[in-house]
């Protein structure tokens, strides 16, 4: 079983940046695929980034696509997204989640992860 706990958002402008990191619980890491996925009110959590159990395979929205990366550090079992030239529409709740799946892809289903983090709120003013 493995904790996830996010931090790092907040409100910036349009155009600015934030990276958020999830930290995760337990020694094993490493064996889990990543995701982050995000909540705007009155809509379904979407699909945001993935990556594999060893950072070498990731997987962007469309939406998110040469402005966020996703990025993995099995060291200090944390995942991180940077998120570069914000716009209003990013506006949501970010949620990091996790599937322990060795040696397996990215996934980008809801039902595709186990556990769940709380959540940090991102705000992009414009």
């Known amino acids: 079983q493995v904790q996830l706990v996010e931090s790092g958002g907040g409100l910036v402008q349009t155009g600015g940046s934030l990276r958020l990191s999830c930290a995760a619980s337990g020694r094993t890491f490493s064996s889990y695929s990543m995701g982050w996925f995000r909540q705007a009110p009155g809509k379904e959590r979407e699909f945001v980034a993935g990556v594999n159990w060893s950072g070498g395979s990731t997987y962007y929205a469309d939406s998110v696509k040469g402005r966020f990366t996703i990025s993995r550090d099995n060291a200090k079992n944390t995942a991180y997204l940077q998120m570069n030239s914000l716009k209003p529409e990013d506006t949501a709740v970010y949620y990091c989640?996790?599937?322990?799946?060795?040696?397996?892809?990215?996934?980008?289903?809801?039902?595709?992860?186990?556990?769940w983090g709380q959540g940090t709120q991102v705000t992009v003013s414009s």
């Open positions: 989640a996790a599937v322990n799946a060795p040696g397996i892809g990215v996934f980008t289903k809801v039902y595709d992860y186990d556990y």
